[in-house]
């Protein structure tokens, strides 16, 4: 699959509680990958949580452009760019805010 470079990606982790050991994987591999690229502006996956009116939340990982293979290693799905409301950023540099939501 050829994806645009403004590509986002998502993947649904489900159940906050039950996604903890996924997050917990994710935040390592991420950790790994982004140290190794010197933690670029444009590489960062952010998470938050979802209700979408349902009663209870689930748990949503974006990964933004840049970090477009370790998304696909971890099975996310290109996405729009995802609003930055209520959106935490569990990995890469703080310079990402700026850099992918101006």
Known sequence: ????????????LGDPVMAQQRIGELEARCSEVLGQSNRPGDMAVFIRHESEGRL??????????????LAREFGAEPCQRPSPNGLGLLAGSEDAWAVLFS
């Open 56 to 69: 209870h939340c689930e748990v949503m990982v974006y990964f933004s452009p840049a970090s477009g293979s």
């Open 1 to 12: 699959m050829v994806t645009a470079l403004n590509d986002w990606f998502s993947k649904h």
